[in-house]
């Protein structure tokens, strides 16, 4: 596996590769690598000939309250697993590499950005979507593969793409999740035995949902309803769970495309998960990990 930090060498790398006549898939990550990533680079290596995973925590995408100092690193293991999955490349530039001076031009995610983690972490998408972009022209991807997890930054990756001519593939993976159903994340580690049995509430909050609308019931005030009554559950503070289409908005009627998208606090910890109704929380992968 090549490891790559200086971004000229990254994109020297890219061209070298493409020039060959290689496919490149990419996976970005801000690393704690855990079962989730590894499969968007499975879903990666499926599509290309060769993988590029990044590993860079944003400054730009964390509010002044967020845990960007606290988020939980660990490079040694994190290249032991990408070896594992036979990822190609390993890129990981530096922070002073992408930002040598504080950027004034970034890129503007517009409406599709305004409510739920948008509204929640203001400016949050604006840095998320100005990092991939410059990620996308290091290393010029022919596909990228993001997880649904994230679902209101893959479908702004999508649109970013779309709106400014990235010449590249979004792929969009199902969720990834433990057995009882938790969906895996690198912030989970922040959760002790007790928050974590408390977590479920979110799953358990989507599978209520999807529930009732299988049972015949297609509004979307009424299953957001009974997705809140699930989600109040000790230690849990919700702060939203919404249904909405793959523009972000609310739908006035739910049917198998309807997104529905939750997020709450347990202790310090903010967590989101979401599931498209058509495929419900069963239709997500699941491993023990
Ligand atoms: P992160 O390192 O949290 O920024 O995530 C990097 C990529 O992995 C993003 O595209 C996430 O959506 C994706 N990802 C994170 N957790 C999961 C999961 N449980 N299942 C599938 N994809 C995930």
């Known amino acids: 596996m090549q490891e790559i930090s200086a971004p000229e060498e990254m994109r020297a790398w890219s061209r070298g590769e493409r020039k060959r006549g290689r496919r490149i898939g990419f996976v970005p990550t801000m690393g704690y690598l855990h079962e989730g990533h590894l499969q968007l680079v499975d879903r990666a290596r499926a599509r290309a000939d060769r993988v590029v995973l990044s590993i860079f925590v944003n400054p730009l995408q964390f509010g002044p309250n967020d845990d960007f100092t606290t988020y939980p690193r660990d490079l040694g293991r994190d290249r032991a697993l990408a070896g594992g999955r036979a990822v190609d490349c390993l890129f990981l530039p530096p922070t002073v590499a992408l930002y040598p001076a504080e950027p004034e031009v970034r890129v503007a995610p517009g409406p599709m950005a305004d409510g739920l983690e948008g509204a929640a972490r203001p400016g949050h998408f604006q840095g998320v979507l100005t990092v991939v972009a410059k990620l996308f022209h290091l290393v010029e991807p022919d596909i990228a593969v993001f997880g649904r997890k994230d679902f209101q930054q893959a479908m702004l990756v999508r649109r970013m793409v779309a709106d400014l001519d990235f010449g590249l593939e979004i792929d969009v993976a199902p969720t990834v ?113």
């Open 177 to 289: 999740r433990e057995l009882d159903g938790l969906a895996l994340s690198s912030r989970n580690s922040y959760l002790n035995a007790d928050q974590r049995r408390a977590a479920l509430a979110l799953s358990r909050a989507l599978r209520a949902v999807e529930q009732a609308w299988r049972g015949g019931q297609a509004d979307p005030t009424v299953l957001e309803r009974r997705g809140m009554e699930v989600l109040r559950a000790p230690g849990v503070t919700p702060e939203y769970l919404a249904l909405v289409g793959e523009d972000l908005r609310p739908v006035t009627r739910a049917d198998a495309r309807t997104v529905v998208v939750v997020a709450a606090r347990v202790g310090a910890t903010r967590i989101i998960d979401n599931v498209v109704l058509g495929e419900g929380v069963g239709g997500d992968v699941s491993v023990r990990t």
